[in-house]
C-alpha cells in the first residue's frame, strides 16, 4: 500500500524550460512534505519542503505547491539546468512522527 | 565537515552469509536513521536511534536485521542468514536532533548483492 506516489518514473526536459514533478499522497495526516534530490552512487540530498499549512514555498529556481484538498504536491524547476537530471523523491510525515514515507522517484533529464 | 559515511560502499555475499553494515554520522548529530532502497521503489525505514533513547525498530523486517549504535555515534546494521530478497541500497542518514522538522543528511550508502 503506497501512501506516496509518484507515478511517473522519468521525465525529459530541454534545458531552459520548466521541469514540473508530480507527487500523490493518500493519508490525510501527513502534514509535511520534502523533495529530495538523489545523484547516482551519492545519497539523497534535501532539496525543498513544506507544511500543510501552506500552499507554496520558493527557494530559487525550485518551488514547490500542495493542493491539500487533491492530495497533491509538485515541484517546480524553472529554469532547468543540467546539473538539475537526477533523481527526484517526494516524502511525506506525520507532523507529531520523525518517519518519512518516501514516493519511488522520478528520474528527470535535463537535455541540452 | 564530514558528511555522512558508510562502508562499504558494495557488498556482495552468498546466501545464508550474515553482513555488517557501517555508518558513520555527522559529528554531534544525536539522531541516525537506517533505510532500504529495493530496486525502482522509494526508501523504506528500517530503524531509528535518538541519543541514549531506546531505538524505534518498528520498520526491520524480520528478526534477521539488527542495528546497535555505540557511543551514540557509530551504527551497525546487520542481516543474519542473508536472502536474495535483502538486495538492495542500505542508506543511512543523521540529523542534528531528532526534532520532527529537521533535515536529514544522508550517506552514500551500500549497495548489498545477495547471490
Known amino acids: 500500500d503506497q501512501q506516496v506516489k509518484q507515478n511517473s518514473p522519468s521525465l525529459s526536459v530541454q534545458e531552459g524550460r520548466i521541469s514540473i514533478l508530480n507527487c500523490d499522497y493518500t493519508?490525510?495526516?501527513?502534514?509535511?512534505f520534502l523533495w529530495y534530490k538523489k545523484y547516482p552512487a551519492e545519497g539523497p540530498t534535501f532539496l525543498i519542503s513544506?507544511?500543510?499549512i501552506k500552499d507554496k514555498n520558493e527557494d530559487g529556481r525550485f518551488t514547490v505547491f500542495l493542493n491539500k484538498s487533491a492530495k497533491h504536491l509538485s515541484l517546480h524547476i524553472v529554469p532547468s539546468q543540467p546539473g538539475d537530471s537526477a533523481v527526484y523523491f517526494c516524502a511525506a510525515k506525520k507532523d507529531s512522527n520523525y518517519q518519512l514515507i518516501w514516493g519511488a522517484g522520478t528520474k528527470l533529464i535535463i537535455k541540452p | 565537515g564530514a558528511g555522512v559515511s558508510q562502508s562499504p560502499s558494495n557488498k556482495v555475499t552468498e546466501k545464508g552469509k550474515d553482513v555488517e553494515l557501517r555508518c558513520d554520522p555527522i559529528?554531534?548529530?544525536?539522531?541516525l536513521y537506517w533505510y532500504r532502497q529495493s530496486l525502482g521503489q522509494g526508501l523504506e525505514f528500517l530503524i531509528y536511534f535518538q541519543g541514549n533513547s531506546a531505538p524505534d525498530k518498528s520498520g526491520l523486517p524480520s528478526d534477521r536485521f539488527s542495528a546497535e549504535r555505540t557511543g551514540g555515534s557509530v551504527s551497525t546494521l546487520t542481516i543474519q542468514r542473508t536472502q536474495q530478497e535483502d538486495s538492495a541500497v542500505y542508506l543511512c542518514?543523521?540529523?542534528?536532533?531528532?526534532?520532527?522538522?529537521?533535515?536529514?543528511?544522508f550517506g552514500p550508502g551500500t549497495r548489498l548483492l545477495v547471490l
Open positions: 542518514a543523521s540529523s542534528l536532533g531528532g526534532v520532527v522538522q529537521e533535515t536529514q543528511y
Open positions: 559529528s554531534g548529530h544525536t539522531a
Open positions: 513544506i507544511s500543510s
Open positions: 493519508n490525510s495526516m501527513f502534514d509535511y
